[in-house]
């Protein structure tokens, strides 16, 4: 990130096109300053090192336009007659054109141009997702997604609401004016479906990092919480290079980095922080990457690839990215291919009825057949969410997509509504139904 940032420093310094100038023009610093400024801003977003090229090219050719056409210049108000139509005071400064107007219009227009010429590249790269997702990872499912029944002490009955508030009424032994950095869903060593809510301190910039971790099982919503007291300097929502989040993107800008989960190593047995990406390349297509793992040091362990990734990490696929992928696989379906009109276009171009969308959140579960972690995605018609397009099911040998359109299944929000209309009315408030899963 330091060497980017010179880079980055040195073009905002020097005027486009390049001109002799005084180090110490004031035009020359009031540009670095906002290129600096500029560069904070998009660094807070971890934005990734192509995307992040692109926005220095357009930005520092807008600026070096203004630059080119436009000047400042200082007025004495005093012998400016035209002052005294103004009632207010005006600053002494007066823009005007350094070039013919002509010119800064046709300049205006190419900048332009050359900035829709980007977004609808931008635009099209999504149907290359599409693409690239569907002939990566997805493959054809047949039946349903499992052949087993899942067993009732697997089955999930905690969501992450309520594994948030029972973190909370038992985090007291971690001490006052702490609070919960982040909670995700994994596996412990038994095997258990359970709730990881990481502790940290209110005050990150004298206490940055993790204090500790609340075990809640996601099975048994009586359980009592297991407290584990295991210090680590890295995690989320902590200050600078403690955030697990910035740590990996100053080591590495090209990639995008998504959810930060704990969990157990396996063969030591020790408490471990996972960290999922995908790389960004400069044609905007989303490419899969292998997660990061940190200790509790925040050293990272070895890095894998895709057909060597320890079966203990339970979440192997970011679910930002798989979200997104399958979105984008949803909203350009056509037949056995995708088409960026599959929308429609009017009366000329009729809208793809093979279109599908997520309107639920994605769930992780055990497997029955291999008791590994899953992730199921349901997916519905676009237009219709009362009923089922089809399952997605992600696993360590690739995703598989279950079309259930023919099967006339109802959906997850249409399986809440029928559970929410048969019972009872309570006295004081309503009941809501929560995790449909088929």
């Not at 336009?65 to 210049?73: D, P």
């Not at 499912?141 to 309520?162: A, K, Q, Y």
């Not at 360590?396 to 809440?416: N, Q």
Request: aromatic share 14%.
């Amino acid at each position: 990130m330091f060497l980017f940032l010179l880079v980055w420093a040195f073009l905002w310094y020097i005027p486009i096109p390049p001109r002799r100038f005084s180090w110490k023009t004031l035009s020359r610093i009031v540009s670095l300053f906002i290129g600096l400024f500029l560069f904070f801003i998009i660094q807070l977003f971890e934005t990734p090192l192509s995307v992040f090229v692109y926005l220095l090219i357009f930005l520092r050719l807008f600026v070096a336009f203004i630059e080119s056409a436009f000047m400042l210049r200082r007025v004495n108000l005093e012998n400016d007659d035209s002052t005294s139509h103004y009632p207010r005071p005006r600053l002494p400064w007066k823009a005007s054109l350094k070039i013919q107007r002509k010119i800064v219009g046709v300049l205006f227009l190419i900048y332009l141009l050359s900035a829709s010429t980007m977004i609808i590249f931008g635009q099209i790269q999504r149907v290359s997702n599409a693409a690239y997702f569907n002939n990566s990872f997805v493959k054809s499912g047949s039946g349903l997604p499992f052949n087993g029944t899942i067993p009732d002490n697997m089955v999930r009955l905690v969501t992450e609401e309520l594994a948030r508030s029972i973190a909370r009424r038992h985090m007291s032994e971690f001490g006052s004016n702490m609070r919960i950095l982040d909670c995700h869903i994994t596996k412990s060593p038994e095997g258990k479906l359970v709730w990881v809510a990481a502790i940290g301190s209110t005050n990150v910039l004298a206490e940055n990092y993790v204090k500790g971790f609340v075990i809640i099982d996601a099975t048994d919503p009586t359980a009592t919480p297991e407290l584990v007291q295991s210090e680590f300097v890295v995690g989320e929502e902590l200050w600078w290079d403690h955030d697990i989040h910035f740590r990996s993107y100053m080591g590495d800008m090209a990639k995008s980095y998504g959810v930060a989960y704990a969990t157990w190593n396996m063969t030591s047995n020790n408490l471990t922080y996972v960290l999922t990406r995908y790389n960004v390349g400069f044609d905007l297509i989303r490419i899969y990457e292998t997660p990061l793992v940190y200790d509790s040091q925040g050293n990272t362990y070895r890095e894998t690839n895709s057909s060597n990734i320890p079966f203990w990490i339970t979440q192997i696929y970011d679910e930002n990215w798989l979200e997104e992928m399958i979105n984008e696989m949803g909203s350009f379906r056509r037949g056995d291919g995708f088409d960026y009109w599959a929308g429609g276009l009017l009366w000329i171009i009729p809208p793809s009825r093979e279109r599908f969308q997520m309107t639920e959140d994605t769930r992780y579960v055990v497997d029955p057949e291999t008791n590994d972690s899953v992730a199921l995605v349901c997916v519905n018609p676009v237009g219709n969410q009362r009923t089922l397009a089809g399952v997605f099911k992600a696993t360590r040998e690739g995703v598989f997509f279950y079309d259930f359109k023919l099967a006339d299944y109802i959906s997850g929000m249409t399986a809440e509504d029928l559970v929410e209309g048969r019972l009872p009315k309570p006295a004081i408030g309503i009941y809501h139904a929560e995790m449909p899963l088929l």
